[in-house]
């Protein structure tokens, strides 16, 4: 849609035609000082419920606000020398056309019970998405298609966890601000409409999907005294997703960052755990 030349890289506003009923909106980050020759790894970058979205983890809107410099994961991914792409979810800005109608209600559970009475589930899309941006990621001559990641706060975090799941092609991931369960989000209606899939309890919970990952390398971050985490429920998962990579026999795969923050993804611990593995 158009190219932003900023300080350390190019910023490409990206349409991509995800299907018949979904255009994906999306950032693709590039560093300018990449040789014309040059492939780098890519990372898939997926944003929470930030203010702005894209726009708030790429560093494009909303800096001076709220702290969200520590927000801005892709800008700070694209200036570290990675390619990266950060896809707008349903509900956030990018994915205009529907957000006038929403006006003061909750955006997710609003366009969930749309999604849902066309037989549709909002993160059937979102992975549906995240599998698109994958492919235009890869496509990429900058981009080494075998060294693809994925990071994400919140439900970023989420979603990222749910895209590693469905796709080898993510060969590492970090999802952070994410270590609740499903059921103890039920228990107490706390849960953004566009997190789950349904019937899911009936067969396991987030530790068992995080499990799936393995062997793959994950890195999981926690803040301290994040208000949406509970210590009991983010130590128990914790142990079920060592269980699983040790099982595997590759303890060495898995990362946990407990840290003194909050609802946050420090980026600077993602970064040597993106290293060693991309």
């Not at 030349?5 to 560093?31: C, G």
């Not at 492939?39 to 708030?56: C, F, Q, T």
């Not at 599998?131 to 970023?156: F, H, K, M, T, W």
Request: hydrophobic share 40%; charged share 20%; glycine share 8%.
């Amino acid at each position: 849609i158009n190219t932003v030349v900023v300080e350390n890289h190019m910023r490409h506003l990206l349409r991509i035609q995800v299907s018949e009923i979904s255009t994906l909106i999306a950032y693709l980050l590039i560093p300018r000082d990449l040789a014309s020759t040059e492939s780098r790894p890519g990372l898939i970058v997926s944003h929470g419920h930030a203010k702005y979205g894209i726009d708030s983890v790429c560093g494009v809107r909303g800096m001076e606000e709220e702290d969200n410099n520590r927000q801005a994961y892709a800008l700070e991914a694209v200036r570290d020398g990675y390619v990266v792409l950060a896809p707008a979810w349903w509900g956030w800005v990018g994915r205009d056309g529907h957000l006038d109608h929403v006006g003061n209600r909750d955006r997710c559970n609003v366009i969930q019970m749309a999604a849902s009475m066309y037989g549709i589930n909002i993160l059937d899309l979102h992975i549906q998405d995240g599998q698109a941006a994958i492919d235009v990621l890869a496509s990429r001559p900058e981009v080494d298609d075998d060294r693809i990641g994925c990071i994400g706060n919140s439900y970023g975090g989420r979603t990222a966890m749910w895209l590693a799941v469905f796709d080898q092609r993510i060969k590492v991931c970090v999802p952070a601000g994410c270590m609740n369960t499903f059921r103890e989000r039920s228990l107490k209606l706390s849960s953004c409409g566009i997190q789950y899939l349904p019937g899911l309890l009936q067969y396991g919970d987030v530790p068992e999907i995080f499990s799936l990952i393995a062997p793959r390398p994950m890195q999981l971050q926690a803040g301290r005294h994040d208000p949406l985490i509970t210590p009991v429920d983010r130590d128990a998962m914790l142990k079920i997703v060592q269980c699983a990579y040790r099982l595997l026999d590759v303890e060495s795969n898995l990362d946990y960052v407990l840290h003194p923050d909050g609802h946050l993804l420090l980026w600077e611990k993602a970064a040597s755990f993106l290293k060693m593995h991309l």
